[in-house]
């Protein structure tokens, strides 16, 4: 009977003309046929509504923070208690939906091909995060929401760390962004430098073992690696360098996106059409300390990372002040989310979280992070809800915002799920009771409504699972291998239909730029 | 020329007829001469308006409860995330004042010692939590705040859990208040029981190993204890004990207790006498599930300790609405606070913290605990102060507000600190910049603005010792022996001095009861 019904539930999936979900999704979606309906049927009716205020669909602004865990900012209890004060973000979160229960790829790299392409990293053949040098990236085969929106007519723009492969036909402009300033790399070329744009001279308790760094002029010669710089590009056209890399021009680049989006969302603010705003901003993996925002905001001047909090936190109010000078605010969603958890390899001028485990882990710390939803007059203001929602939603909800869910390939798995009613309508609206943890190509844990399971392989005759009631121990501290068949029962199940479909539709292989002085490798 | 300074400092506290407080605040009070005296001028200002206006002193209610960890309310990002809502005691935090750093005593008769005499218990000599059976109690040459108030014209009444000796002459009738109804007990009789009052039958995952334990009733007779029941007492009069010890009279307790509350509030709301009402009340530390409570708030019916934190969230509004009600909210300071963090020992139903370590221990998780004061028109709302303050201050605020500070004795060290300045007036306002955290007799811990010392043993050639930076570091995480004068020297010096006015105020002798039937120990 189980069989006939599962068999049945892929035969439905299969024969849908839609996007081709997870098991999981679809064995959900079976069940609660009725909140869809309910909920389809409120959504639609406040994007008409918006739409026929507006006469376009709605700006989308996604910010994707680096490395801020879950306890750093304010709202999340640390603000003053970490001495990282974000009053601008807290008053973000005031005015929209702080999602307790929002998660991330466990890495960089990671999670910008999930928010880009509403897949987990592992199905596009990538299994980890770009070291600079290396010549592979995001496989061009692969649908970026900015290629899915253009379709829809929204102008398309990208600011701060691309982190999808160096080459040319990795790079945004190629992507389906009309403009794009960024660099292709992670903070490994500029972390630790004091304010000068010097590796830290000083003594700073924890981090003795840097001292032997040599002066950051000498990084090309160091490593044998030309170190690409600051880019600027237009869809069709040449990238340029408008700036050489340095750990001064990084600490600038935080300041320049935030003045080119203001001015950008004041050109487009009363075109016809409706805009995409990708921020990647490296605040706060730089780990430096912006000269300006040093002593501001009660930040205290030796903590490089609370500055650079600091001059994020400035900059994101500005934009939130302009959306509304412009009077689009209500016709703009702003989502704010972070990446992963902290790196502790900073410490001690690192990120921070009450959870378990940091960057690069499937424990809480890596993966559960701070996130928000801004958007006056729709999404109603000081919530906080504690349903689930995954870095890949994002995707699948800016396509439905954007009226292009039918042009989302339907020859490939999409992790991501439409999660329009759970920002207009909160707790009870997410669409999604389940997360795959991957990390790289392991499946790391999963989680089922209140359920966690870690999995750390199958060393001995009994696989090696802890499990937590994430609920009652959100710090993983209590986890046991339960005997419990009910507890333990629906992860399984979840894992089984999830396998049975990569088998359907296998993992993209990897793919590298040819043109790479270090040549392809797989 | 140090020693010199020192001797001074030394001779100068001595000379003083006044409060006799530990070396630590002596050296901050010579160096904020001119904070305390500005303090000290508009809290008098304050104080004096309100009189005029009241024509008495304020109220004080202190509010006491039982291993609520830093992390459980949803004002300190528990409630939705750990499944125990709390939106009254979130309310109360909005409308007031909400501490991110207050610190317990790491356990329950300890803390219970802290708040009554304004001093570490180790110099009351008594070094830890009294089991029921136990002939000791809180020496009765220690002075306690009802005495002190009592003297000022206070009434004064308590409620809960005494937990300070169970023979008559150290019961809360014989040691300043006027009106009683209290067990002499912690949860140790009638922790884990079910709604019906027994002990758990059913599959509880994780408590399995209680199963063993005999039905409630036989508890007596098992271990030739004979408990004592629930004491009605007044001052002066022979207590009655109202109600047989079972886990369905404790469940009562709570309702009772509020509604006893509620009542004197009402009885002394227009008395020209003010009040004190000290309520230690047993929430959360029974474990057990109170039934109406159980589906009320969202609350998960399985999960007791939630349905414990939902009854006395509603019993707190009911006592704030009060206070309203009878116009004598602005004449009333309510503080509610935490004996120690969370026992780890009743899981899966115990608390939670983010922090490291529970209670018993001197880790953040043991001692930092949720707190908040309430007081309209007093206290302005939506505070979230940093600054530290210690449960020995609640005893030496409650005799500033009282206008007692002259009768606190001064043949003894006071730990606590007048705190009236921060309540009022909130961050900057603290006069502690030091906290010691003692285990029994052991100095544990030593906290010195944000870096703290914890204090393990001198088993080899250096002191066994880790440092931590609390602001960067809550979770205590990144512990190491520094080899930063500038770090450690401070907290040494505190040390220094603490131990050398304990030589000049020995530590008190235990007293017990000679009527018990199991005879004095030491």
């Not at 999981?24 to 639609?44: F, G, M, R, T």
């Not at 990538?126 to 061009?140: C, H, N, R």
């Not at 902290?342 to 009450?354: C, D, E, K, N, V």
Request: hydrophobic residues 35%; aromatic residues 12%; proline residues 5%.
């Amino acid at each position: 009977m189980k069989t006939f019904v599962f068999a049945a539930l892929i035969a439905m999936c299969f024969s849908l003309n839609a996007v081709q979900h997870d098991m999981a999704y679809i064995k959900w979606e079976d069940k609660h046929q009725d909140l869809l309906k309910s909920d389809n049927q409120k959504v639609n009716e406040k994007l008409r509504a918006l739409e026929k205020r507006f006469g376009k669909k709605p700006n989308i602004i996604y910010i994707l923070a680096d490395d801020i865990g879950w306890g750093e900012l304010g709202c999340y209890l640390g603000g003053k208690v970490r001495g990282t004060p974000t009053p601008e973000l807290d008053n973000m979160a005031d005015e929209g939906m702080k999602f307790l229960s929002s998660y991330s790829e466990p890495s960089c790299t990671p999670s910008r091909i999930a928010i880009m392409t509403g897949r987990h990293p592992f199905r596009t053949g990538v299994d980890g995060v770009y070291w600079p040098g290396s010549d592979e990236g995001l496989p061009t085969e692969e649908v970026l929401i900015p290629q899915l929106l253009s379709k829809a007519g929204y102008k398309t723009a990208m600011w701060g760390k691309w982190h999808l492969g160096e080459a040319e036909k990795f790079a945004p402009e190629n992507r389906g962004f009309d403009y794009a300033y960024y660099t292709v790399y992670n903070g490994a070329p500029f972390a630790w430098v004091d304010v000068e744009g010097h590796y830290e001279k000083e003594t700073v308790p924890g981090s003795a073992f840097f001292y032997d760094f040599p002066g950051e002029k000498k990084y090309d010669e160091q490593y044998g690696i030309a170190l690409q710089g600051i880019y600027q590009a237009k869809k069709g056209q040449k990238r340029k360098e408008v700036a050489k890399l340095s750990a001064i021009t990084m600490q600038k680049v935080e300041d320049t996106s935030a003045k080119e989006i203001i001015q950008y969302i004041k050109d487009n603010a009363k075109s016809k059409q409706p805009f995409f705003i990708y921020w990647a901003t490296l605040a706060q993996q730089l780990a430096s300390s912006p000269k300006d925002y040093r002593f501001e905001k009660n930040v205290d001047s030796r903590n490089n990372q609370a500055a650079e909090l600091g001059q994020h936190d400035t900059n994101l109010k500005k934009i939130l002040d302009t959306l509304h000078d412009q009077g689009i605010a209500e016709n703009t969603l702003v989502v704010w989310i972070s990446d992963n958890g902290p790196m502790y390899a900073f410490w001690p001028t690192s990120g921070y979280t009450w959870l378990r485990g940091g960057k690069g882990e499937v424990y809480e710390g890596g993966v559960r992070i701070p996130g928000m939803a801004w958007w006056p007059g729709m999404i109603e203001e000081g919530q906080d809800p504690i349903d689930l929602i995954q870095m890949t939603d994002l995707f699948t909800t800016a396509a439905r915002l954007g009226g292009v869910t039918d042009d989302i390939p339907n020859d490939r798995v999409i992790d991501g799920i439409d999660q329009t009613a759970f920002l207009l309508m909160g707790d009870g609206h997410s669409h999604r009771n389940f997360i795959f943890h991957y990390n790289g190509n392991h499946l790391g844990a999963v989680r089922i409504n209140d359920i966690k399971l870690i999995i750390k392989g199958t060393g001995g005759s009994i696989p090696e699972i802890e499990t937590y009631n994430i609920k009652r121990d959100p710090c993983e501290r209590f986890g046991k291998l339960y005997p419990y068949l009910w507890m333990v029962q629906p992860a399984q199940d979840l894992i089984k239909g999830h396998l049975q479909l990569i088998q359907k539709f296998p993992n993209r292989k990897k793919e590298s730029d040819s043109q790479s002085t270090f040549g392809p490798h797989d």
